[in-house]
T-cell receptor, first 111, second 114 residues
Framework: GQNIDQPTEMTATEGAIVQINCTYQ??????LFWYQQHAGEAPTFLSY??LDGLEEKGRFSSFLSRSKGYSYLLLKELQMKDSASYLC????????????WGAGTKLIIKP | EAQVTQNPRYLITVTGKKLTVTCSQN?????MSWYRQDPGLGLRQIYY???????DKGDVPEGYKVSRKEKRNFPLILESPSPNQTSLYFC?????????????FGNGTRLTVT
């Protein structure tokens, strides 16, 4: 079967660092996406990993280990506006490259 | 501005009354898709379209229809809505710039069926 696991909710403090994990068991792999979604709004693209290693984009970094079926999103210097849900999605290598989505991690930032 | 536009943003209707949610994109994307999002579940794909006149079922197509007569538009049709279709719906499109092309989402339609 296809499964993507993320923690349901996390809490962190403004200015700190937080790591949001995503583990996946899928029948194929052709890349992993992270999206940010503020409550009631559309998901917006954050990062894409297809090779092992760390991709850095400003305050946000994303890591992938294909052998472990594992990814994480690292957020540094947290700001209140980072309070949102973070969605992990794996792209299938077959057919139409469909995405398999995790349920998302709700991140709460406290002052 | 490049965007995906959905309408309406909010819709309350009664069981059995046909409705259409419109979706339009101005990025000349070939791929378009509809998702529903429910608490505790990941985004679930309803239907997708690889190009004009080419549509296919996603994971949860029952009770929905789509059409793709033009590249920019991809309406979602509920012929006879039921309360279990109460959900937050997103339309999305994607370019063909490679497998790392991200989805661009519309702002969502919150549908309530009573």
């Amino acid at each position: 079967g296809q499964n993507i696991d993320q923690p349901t909710e996390m809490t962190a403090t403004e200015g700190a660092i937080v790591q949001i994990n995503c583990t996946y068991q899928t029948s194929g792999f052709n890349g992993l996406f992270w999206y940010q979604q503020h409550a009631g709004e559309a998901p917006t693209f954050l990062s894409y990993n297809v090779l092992d290693g760390l991709e850095e984009k400003g305050r946000f970094s994303s890591f992938l280990s294909r052998s472990k079926g594992y990814s994480y999103l690292l957020l540094k210097e947290l700001q209140m506006k980072d309070s949102a849900s973070y969605l992990c999605a794996v792209r299938s290598p077959w057919g139409n490259y469909q995405l398999i989505w995790g349920a998302g991690t709700k991140l709460i930032i406290k002052p | 501005e490049a965007q995906v536009t959905q309408n309406p943003r909010y819709l309350i209707t009664v069981t059995g009354k046909k409705l259409t949610v419109t979706c339009s994109q101005n990025m000349n994307h070939e791929y378009m898709s509809w998702y529903r999002q429910d608490p505790g579940l990941g985004l679930r794909q309803i239907y997708y379209s690889m190009n004009v006149e080419v549509t296919d079922k996603g994971d949860v197509p029952e009770g929905y229809k789509v059409s793709r007569k033009e590249k920019r538009n991809f309406p979602l049709i509920l012929e006879s809505p039921s309360p279990n279709q109460t959900s937050l719906y997103f339309c999305a499109s994607r370019g063909t710039g490679g497998t790392n092309s991200p989805l661009h989402f519309g702002n969502g339609t919150r549908l309530t069926v009573t």
